[in-house]
């Protein structure tokens, strides 16, 4: 399900882990690192076949094909334009409730962009980080996690 398809009603607190866009790499390959729960939510709203076709199986490590329904969901998040007004979109969303915003300082928009669109919304902007190394990554990183109230 789409962030943008949950029912409008209020929740006590809402975490949101966006897809990372990289200053310096641009996207993360959504399909290639989110596959496996993509993958299961389909799984279980539309069964195994639904969630066969979605799969390239031409690449490892089968990640989820481009060109589907899927896509259009996720294109908001995959250009610097877009995920401005994606992140704007989901706070505004979600406006009434406690939110906690998972990122790293890497990404676009910066931290301190990302706060001040908090602060738009809400009162009481805090900001934890830890330098943490993903798997497979050589080099650490501040992921920065957002609380909004």
């Given at each position: 399900?789409?962030?943008?398809?949950?029912?409008?009603?209020?929740?006590?607190?809402?975490?949101?882990?966006?897809?990372?866009?990289?200053?310096?790499?641009?996207?993360?390959?959504?399909?290639?690192?989110?596959?496996?729960?993509?993958?299961?939510?389909?799984?279980?709203?539309?069964?195994?076949?639904?969630?066969?076709?979605?799969?390239?199986?031409?690449?490892?490590?089968?990640?989820?094909?481009?060109?589907?329904?899927?896509e259009k969901k996720i294109l908001p998040w995959m250009s610097r334009e877009g995920i401005y007004q994606a992140f704007q979109k989901v706070f505004e969303k979600f406006q009434?409730?406690?939110?906690?915003?998972?990122?790293?300082?890497?990404?676009?928009?910066?931290?301190?962009?990302?706060?001040?669109?908090?602060?738009?919304?809400?009162?009481?902007?805090?900001?934890?980080?830890?330098?943490?190394?993903?798997?497979?990554?050589?080099?650490?990183?501040?992921?920065?996690?957002?609380?909004?109230?």
């Amino acid at each position: 399900m789409d962030v943008f398809e949950i029912p409008e009603k209020h929740y006590d607190l809402v975490y949101i882990d966006p897809p990372y866009f990289s200053v310096k790499r641009g996207p993360t390959d959504y399909y290639l690192y989110y596959h496996f729960l993509e993958g299961l939510c389909i799984y279980l709203e539309k069964g195994a076949d639904a969630w066969h076709k979605l799969i390239d199986y031409r690449r490892k490590p089968k990640p989820l094909r481009h060109g589907t329904e899927l896509e259009k969901k996720i294109l908001p998040w995959m250009s610097r334009e877009g995920i401005y007004q994606a992140f704007q979109k989901v706070f505004e969303k979600f406006q009434d409730s406690i939110l906690v915003v998972s990122y790293n300082d890497e990404g676009i928009p910066s931290e301190k962009e990302i706060r001040k669109m908090l602060e738009k919304i809400k009162p009481h902007v805090k900001v934890r980080r830890l330098r943490y190394q993903y798997a497979l990554s050589p080099s650490k990183v501040n992921e920065l996690l957002f609380i909004a109230y």
